[in-house]
């Protein structure tokens, strides 16, 4: 796997990135605290700049292991994402008149669980190197020997698993439901009569050990968004969904998209029907300003029978955005892709509204496995790229510092991610400075 070669090089820069010398001035960039004096930001580029936030947000995200919030943007896209498939999968079914009694006579040939599962676990992930992930497995053999051997497994867990909280919950895990947990998780599980335990089972996270506590069957009313799917998927076709959902979105109506940030796009590109344009905002910038910088963050940008999307939704939407994109709708002549994007996101809007409309409503388990797709993703970025949990500001800064210029091709490759998930990471840190115009003297 090769890195992202659009990714900002970053290897002319080397030198300076660690010749920083506060001298009393005020940090060109602070990111929770992590502070970036002028002498190390002034030679980056914009989109290094962006980086380099963005990379000291991923620092934060590892020393509170918050990444709900770092990631709230992408998973609230998600979530929208999600509801509107499941609308679509009605659809289908209605267009195919597929009854409520076959889709619970195809549930009653193959119901599906809910288990209870106490598990120990030795981190370690798959990136890292064969000596650090066969000495992990060790010490999962190890623990699964003991309690072969008869020690409760409450009491090995609490002692062996890394896991947060594990000690006061003896490895205790809120009940699952196929999709809650990473596939090689489940399939174990599954496998279990209760009260049995597992070999050492590897997933992405590390080696476990399991054990299931109890099985229950789910309801058909609970299964049903997954028969739905399935059912869906396995019709083809999808001429009803189109036709309803151009139905739905044909009432959209675009305002004015040159006043739906602000100044982010005012007056005339070139200058010959009015004021030149201000330069575009980075990304970080524009993560920077949060709702306080758009003009009437409530005033709508789009708008349709019983509905409308706000400057504040659109603004976001824009932060779920790989980065690339971002810039691309922040450049002073980008109006018309602006508009592209704000149809795009008042149509997700109507959908979901059309969907709740039908009782279709967020599920926890989908919720919790996209929060855990994102931790899982994080993850990978902060073991490549060197952070640390608990870690405190001047830590954070120069991990930062370092993960700008390792060449490794897999911390190439992670901060090539990075750099791409940049608007959303930065929506959830506090991000200052005169590099971002942002909390400036």
Excluded: K
């Excluded at 005020?26 to 990111?31: C, D, I, K, T």
Aim: net charge negative; hydrophobic share 45%; glycine share 10%.
């Amino acid at each position: 796997m090769r890195a992202n070669s659009s990714a900002p090089s970053v290897l002319p820069i080397l030198v300076l990135l660690f010749l920083a010398g506060c001298g009393g001035e005020a940090p060109a960039l602070e990111v929770d605290g992590a502070a970036f004096f002028p002498d190390v930001v002034a030679p980056l580029s914009e989109e290094q700049v962006d980086l380099l936030a963005a990379l000291a947000a991923v620092g934060s995200g590892a020393a509170t292991g918050d990444w709900r919030t770092l990631g709230a943007p992408r998973l609230a896209a998600a979530e929208r994402a999600r509801l509107v498939e499941r609308l679509r999968d009605e659809i289908m079914l209605e267009g195919a008149g597929i009854t409520e009694g076959e889709l619970e006579e195809r549930y009653a040939a193959a119901p599906q669980y809910e288990l209870e599962v106490r598990h120990l676990v030795v981190l370690s992930e798959r990136w890292q190197p064969a000596a650090v992930r066969e000495e992990a497995r060790t010490r999962a053999e190890s623990g699964l020997q003991r309690i072969q051997a008869g020690e409760p497994f409450a009491e090995v867990a609490a002692e062996v698993s890394e896991e947060p909280g594990a000690a006061a919950r003896g490895g205790l895990l809120r009940p699952g439901r196929r999709g809650t947990w990473v596939a090689e998780f489940w399939e174990a599980a599954s496998r279990l009569v209760e009260g049995g335990v597992s070999p050492v089972v590897e997933t992405p996270y590390g080696f476990h050990v399991l054990r299931l506590e109890a099985r229950r069957t789910l309801p058909f009313s609970e299964a049903r968004p997954a028969v739905v799917q399935a059912v869906a998927r396995s019709l083809g076709g999808g001429a009803a969904w189109e036709e309803a959902r151009i139905r739905w979105i044909s009432d959209v109506e675009i305002l004015d998209p040159t006043g739906a940030l602000g100044s982010v796009h005012a007056g005339d590109p070139d200058g010959t029907d009015g004021p030149p344009r201000p330069s575009r905002p980075s990304v970080a910038a524009f993560a920077a300003g949060g709702r306080e910088s758009l003009e009437d963050p409530d005033a709508l940008v789009a708008r349709w029978p019983g509905g409308g999307l706000s400057a504040e939704d659109l603004r976001m939407h824009l932060l779920s955005l790989p980065a690339g994109r971002l810039r691309s709708l922040l450049d002073p002549g980008g109006s018309a892709e602006l508009e592209v994007e704000i149809r795009r996101a008042a149509e997700a809007r109507v959908l979901v509204e059309q969907a709740g409309e039908r009782g279709i409503r967020p599920t926890e388990s989908d919720g919790e496995a996209e929060l855990r797709e994102w931790e899982a993703q994080a993850a990978e970025w902060v073991g490549l790229l060197g952070f640390a949990p608990g870690a405190d500001a001047e830590t954070r800064r120069d991990r930062a510092l370092a993960a700008m210029r390792a060449t490794g091709q897999n911390a190439r490759i992670a901060r090539s991610a990075v750099a791409e998930a940049a608007p959303t990471l930065l929506s959830g840190v506090s991000v200052t400075g005169t590099a971002v115009g942002a909390g400036t003297p």
